[in-house]
């Protein structure tokens, strides 16, 4: 955000540092190369501090010590972790499809390192005497890229639940893909007024579309209106984080995992490295959603306000620790709801997925084309029609949803009623649903028939034990 950019007379910021999509496919390879390694040895470094911050954090909520026991202040305990996984025993159930079941980690984690790619990290800088931008590369589409990337990621939880051959990592992965389709749509519904205010889907030029607001003049000082998208398009903003925390698969949104439902969803048959693997791909997924939090909404690189004041802040590596900060904060967001909210119910997530979000993104994106019409064409009778027949159109379907909905349930109750006034008994609660899967031990091939003995325990005493 910036809304103070310089004195009057004051020289703007050379535009020979804001990279643009001119700016890409010139690197040479040794520097292709070295941010290639830079992306990975952050994420894998990223995440090993992600996960010692957060033990420490929710300790710290929870008044006790958290790790503290490997390194100074328990640093190297993540590092530990890490070595002890590979290590561990791999174990691959009989009856699995071995084919799927090895390939699905590396299907979920491989994307969320490619999605990183396109984030911009800051200017252009100079490297061993080499002008280059701080981002690997850019496309005209590459917030596209970011959301096929994340799309791709839950073809891992997915298929890892199906080539479990298990109710419960089925489970989860049935949930995996209802939640992603159901809050992707929101996602993408969210850019939207993004790339209506930036004209691009660029992730370059939407963070050089956020450089200034529009100017005023107070004092003999040039002073610019809030150019943050996520002041500008407030609503945008918060379904985004909203969406982002559902596709990340973090508390209150990790029903794919529930431990208390289902085991552990997808992950219930796995050890190992491929444990290791999903548990990474959860963690680099969350520093990829908050990179593009800031990148689209929070102004990238650039400096928060009243540094933005200084444009030697803007320039240099200087952007880096911005871009830093900005992320360490969406990344401590993460931890405070883990540490705050209980796991809500499918059906609660659904219904925000569908009911809510969906439908408020498609009326605020509604209302941002129609204010980007009328900036452009001026106070047409037009615009004013087209926008009061859009708000008129979504009170009405607004007023009838919620009417259907309270004449179904009084109707249900009222029935329910009568049924119980005329002797009949209320009826029981749905079950589980917990899908039926036609496997062998289901058919008992396999099982022994050997009834259990408890030492000191008559036959009958141990018949009635084990049938009860």
Avoid: C
């Avoid at 929710?58 to 026991?69: D, E, S, T, V």
């Avoid at 999605?115 to 911009?120: D, E, M, N, R, T």
């Avoid at 009061?388 to 009170?395: D, F, Q, T």
């Amino acid at each position: 955000m910036t809304v103070f950019a310089s004195t009057a007379g004051a020289a703007a910021q050379p535009v020979s540092n804001v990279p643009t999509l001119a700016s890409f496919g010139h690197d040479a390879w040794w520097i292709v190369l070295l941010k290639v390694l830079i992306i990975f040895l952050f994420l894998m470094l990223g995440t090993l501090f992600m996960i010692w911050a957060e033990r420490k954090v929710i300790g710290r909520m929870q008044q006790r010590p958290g790790p503290n026991r490997a390194g100074k202040f328990g640093l190297l305990q993540s590092l530990m972790d890490g070595i002890k996984l590979p290590l561990k025993e791999d174990i691959i159930p009989r009856g699995v499809d071995k084919v799927l079941f090895i390939l699905a980690p590396a299907i979920a984690s491989i994307p969320a390192f490619i999605s990183f790619a396109v984030i911009p990290w800051g200017p252009i800088v100079s490297i061993f005497g080499h002008r280059t931008p701080l981002q690997l590369t850019d496309l005209p589409v590459a917030v596209l890229l970011i959301l096929a990337m994340s799309s791709m990621g839950v073809y891992g939880i997915v298929l890892a639940g199906w080539s479990s051959r298990s109710p419960y990592p089925l489970l989860g992965g049935l949930r995996s893909s209802a939640q992603v389709i159901s809050y992707e749509i929101a996602m993408g519904l969210a850019f939207v007024p993004v790339f209506l205010y930036a004209g691009s889907l660029s992730t370059s030029d939407i963070v050089a579309a956020q450089i200034h607001g529009a100017q005023f003049h107070i004092f003999g000082f040039i002073w610019h209106w809030p150019s943050w998208y996520a002041i500008l398009l407030l609503p945008s903003f918060v379904i985004y984080v909203l969406t982002m925390v559902g596709e990340t698969n973090r508390l209150p949104f990790d029903l794919p995992e529930g431990e208390g439902e289902i085991v552990a969803g997808h992950m219930t048959e796995y050890s190992s490295l491929k444990f290791a693997l999903f548990y990474l791909a959860e963690y680099v997924n969350m520093f990829t959603v908050s990179a593009l939090a800031t990148t689209l909404f929070l102004g990238g690189w650039r400096a928060p306000w009243p540094i933005s004041a200084w444009q030697t802040f803007d320039n240099g590596w200087w952007p880096v620790l911005w871009f830093l900060l900005k992320l360490a904060a969406f990344m401590f967001f993460f931890i405070w709801l883990r540490g705050s909210l209980p796991r809500i119910r499918y059906d609660q997530l659904m219904r925000l997925g569908w009911k809510v979000l969906i439908p408020g993104a498609l009326a605020w994106t509604l209302i941002v084309a129609t204010a980007r019409v009328y900036r452009q064409q001026g106070a047409s009778p037009a615009v004013y029609i087209i926008g009061g027949g859009i708000v008129v159109v979504l009170l009405a379907l607004l007023w009838s949803w919620e009417s259907a909905g309270e004449r179904a349930t009084r109707l249900a109750a009222e029935a329910e009623e009568e049924r119980i006034a005329a002797g009949g008994e209320p009826e029981p609660e749905p079950a589980f649903p917990t899908p039926p899967l036609d496997l062998p031990h289901y058919h008992g091939i396999g099982l022994t028939t050997s009834k259990p003995v408890l030492a000191g325990v008559a036959d009958d005493d141990a018949q009635e034990v084990t049938s009860g």
